[in-house]
């Protein structure tokens, strides 16, 4: 990793991860990460580095979704459906160890339920027979700091491993849309994410650079085709069903197949607003020792995230992403980020991506999610200031929605039709 100096975290952070029904010490429980998106196997992978036993669980599906509507009331947004389906699913496997389980599901304060949701989920695991199941819940309060035995240790790798599957993602969207063998770049993809963890598993590192040097030779090697560039699509959103390909029902792929290119966040982003409204937080109310960590912790990732990009930056033709207070200045016009949610986020990385010259936009979300209605409410606000960029709210309640083509297909024409109006006078 970059030679740089250690943030100061504290290994005992004042607000340290939440644990229920804990009756075993962590040492002898196995660690289940539900998988949101690839970026589960390197978490888990990292955990394991550090001498905790963790496996992520199977990617969720519609047996998955079947027992999370089973379960819940129907108030609740999808990731919360999904998450507690593959927490039951699994519990319900023959031979599991309850016992010696703890299942990782991260929170966080303010307005989004899914941050809030463990309380329900210990409440079915109870009620389902699963008492003795543990929640173990890192929150985004302190930076989701506070896990394990060398928090700080962790933190920092699992950072890592956040970033080298951003980046692996990246190139799978940048190539396949113009791959000419189909398929390749899928399977250079998941050998990407078998290096990857292999290398957390090593401790990161040169381990991990030495993998993103062979991910790059790998890419090099792809045949492509870009002589007729595709029109590209921002898909952004609620994080969970951004990144999900069976929450969001395969939407990056659709967007291909209907003849465009899309450009998606990422979990590091997350990360880095998490950080950015943790340190104005601190400014607010003069806790500057915080400050002073949180800042410390931003420095380290963003000099980490540059050395990690390098191997593969010749190979990527999107820039790098914006300072999170870049983006803060952004969306400033629209939206305070003061007020936080994720609203924020999504907005300001679609200014960003705007500027950058994208050519429509897909903004995700469960239904009813507030932080993703304030979004679509915005729209018409950002679409102005854009020369009425196309835009398609999609909004997924549990169900299968079955005239996603038919609408995908339109919207991807008005992108086309913008792209082309677009370079006419540019």
Known sequence: MPNVALP???DAPSVA?????????????????????DHALVLAAALRHHGIRSEALPPPNDETMDIGLSLCRGRECLPCFLAIG????????????????????????????????????????DRQGYADA??????????????????????LLAWSGVVTVDLLLKLLHEFRPYELEPGVTDAAYQRGIARLTQAMEQGGGAH???????????FESLPVDRSTPRPLVAFLGEIYVMLNP?????????????????????????????????????????????????KGLSIYQRTAEKRLRAPIAHLLRHPPDSSMREMFDMVRPYFDPLLG???????????????????????VMPFSCMPGIIVAGMASRVRADFNQLPWLDIVYDG????????????????VAQFARSHAKTH
Not at 119 to 124: E, I
Not at 341 to 363: C, F, W
Not at 399 to 414: C, D, M, S
Request: glycine content about 8%; aromatic content about 8%; overall charge positive.
């Open 134 to 155: 543990e929640i173990l819940s890192p929150t985004s309060e302190n930076s989701y700091r506070g896990f394990g035995e060398r928090p700080r240790a962790l933190r």
């Open 399 to 414: 169900q299968h929605l079955t005239n996603i083509r038919t609408r995908l297909e339109a919207f991807v024409h008005q």
């Open 341 to 363: 949610m994720e609203t924020t986020l999504t907005l300001a990385k679609t200014i960003e991506l705007a500027r950058h010259g994208v050519s429509g936009v897909v903004n």
């Open 246 to 294: 069976h929450g969001n029902q395969e939407m990056i792929r659709q967007i291909e197949a209907a003849g465009a290119e899309a450009i998606s966040g990422s979990v590091g982003e997350w990360l880095h607003f998490v950080d950015e409204t943790k340190m104005d937080r601190d400014r607010l109310f003069g806790t500057w020792l915080s400050l002073m960590g949180t």
């Open 8 to 10: 100061v975290l504290p």
């Open 86 to 125: 593959d927490v039951i699913r699994a519990c319900r496997t023959p031979g599991f160890d309850t016992a010696h389980s703890a299942f990782l599901l991260p929170g966080s304060p303010g307005p989004c339920r899914f941050g809030q949701y463990r309380v329900l989920q210990r409440a079915l695991l």
């Open 17 to 37: 991860a939440e644990r229920s029904a804990s009756t075993l010490p962590l040492t002898e429980k196995t660690v289940y990460i539900p998988f949101m998106s």
């Open 208 to 218: 991990l650079m030495r993998a993103m040097r062979e991910i790059a030779r790998d």
